[in-house]
């Protein structure tokens, strides 16, 4: 299966400020996504990451807030911008390798905390 | 709108039981399930995927059963080990790429 590598694996951002996720995988992928799981709660589906075009959010996200890019196959950054503590979260890459019904693989996560 | 439960939220057992997670669901038109494991700070590995037509999968001491039509899957993990303390989620696809996650069962296994 595809191996995910994130980083950071955690950093420490103030308040107003951005910060860049990297997510790549050692094998070109189908689907990228990324996930948020902030304190005590399950994970919940930030975007899609389309290869060589906008991403999709889903509801209550927006492109402004969380920026992501995904130029090849193999990478995706996500942004999360002006930061609040309300961000602190662990954000997760994921990403399906082959078929529509394969399965979903996590990276380590990246843990934010916001001061 | 899919909500997954998953019952208990915590577990703590004596190693060597064998032991069951529980996870529902409410909406049956599902594509699949996968169950995962996360560790303290990391991130989430995958354990087994059960496609909607099926009605079992097996990794090891691991078996994982789905009943679609009652909207229940189960995790069976055999002769717990220490190593086998984690969290345990399971999520449902729905849609196209969507995966909805069940809160978790934080399992201990003590020696």
């Known amino acids: 299966s595809a191996v995910i590598s994130q980083k950071p694996s955690r950093d420490i951002c103030q308040r107003g400020t951005s910060l860049t996720i990297q997510c790549q995988v050692d094998s070109q992928v189908t689907m990228m996504f990324w996930y948020r799981q902030q304190p005590g709660q399950s994970l919940t589906l930030i975007a899609t990451a389309n290869q060589g075009s906008e991403a999709t959010y889903e509801s209550g996200f927006v492109i402004d807030k969380f920026p992501i890019s995904r130029p090849n196959l193999t990478f995706s950054t996500l942004t999360v911008s002006n930061m609040s503590p309300e961000d602190s979260s662990i954000y997760l890459c994921?990403?399906?390798?082959?078929?529509?019904?394969?399965?979903?693989?996590f990276g380590n996560g990246t843990r934010l905390t916001v001061t | 709108k899919q909500e997954v439960t998953q019952i208990p939220a915590a577990l703590s057992v004596p190693e060597g039981e064998n032991l069951v997670l529980n996870c529902s669901f409410t909406d049956s038109a599902i594509y699949n399930l996968q169950w995962f494991r996360q560790d303290p700070g990391k991130g989430l590995t995958s354990l087994l995927l059960?496609?909607?037509?099926?009605r079992e999968q097996t990794s090891g001491r691991l078996n994982a059963s789905l009943d679609k039509s009652s909207g229940r899957s189960t995790l069976y993990i055999a002769a717990s080990q220490p190593g086998d303390s984690a969290t345990y989620l399971c999520a449902v696809r729905e849609g196209a790429q969507k995966l909805v996650f069940g809160q978790g069962t934080r399992l201990t296994i003590n020696p």
């Open positions: 994921s990403a399906r390798e082959g078929a529509y019904n394969s399965p979903l693989h």
């Open positions: 059960i496609q909607s037509s099926q």
